[in-house]
């Protein structure tokens, strides 16, 4: 079983260039954390691409093993840091974790 973590938010900035900015920031972020949270076998991350007007800026896509791996990445201090970043700049979060 894989338990895959998906992410997406809408980001508070009024101004489309600074939301397109912490957009890529959110997503950089969210990259860096492979290959230091162990429990992450893949993950995809980026700023929304199409429909801006109606979509989310920005989601990531996780994989782990099971939920045992969710909790290590979500207690891990790389992706506590990388939480934080993301709380100050964002307006609403929507998630769902299901397995594939």
């Known amino acids: 079983m894989t338990l895959r973590h998906v992410v997406a938010w809408k ?13 890529a920031e959110v997503a950089a ?3 860096s954390l492979v290959g230091v949270v ?4 893949e993950l995809s991350a980026g700023p ?7 979509n989310v800026d920005v ?3 996780i994989d782990f093993d099971d939920v045992q791996g969710l909790d290590d990445y979500q207690t891990h201090p790389a992706h506590q840091e990388v ?5 100050s700049v964002v307006a609403g ?3 769902v974790d299901f397995e594939v």
Request: proline residues 3%.
């Open 29 to 31: 972020r969210l990259r």
């Open 48 to 54: 929304n691409a199409a429909y801006a007007h109606a």
């Open 38 to 41: 162990p429990s992450i076998r």
């Open 11 to 23: 980001l508070a900035a009024e101004d489309e260039e600074v939301r397109a900015e912490q957009a």
């Open 59 to 61: 989601a990531v896509v």
């Open 83 to 87: 939480a934080a970043y993301i709380r």
């Open 93 to 95: 979060r929507m998630a």
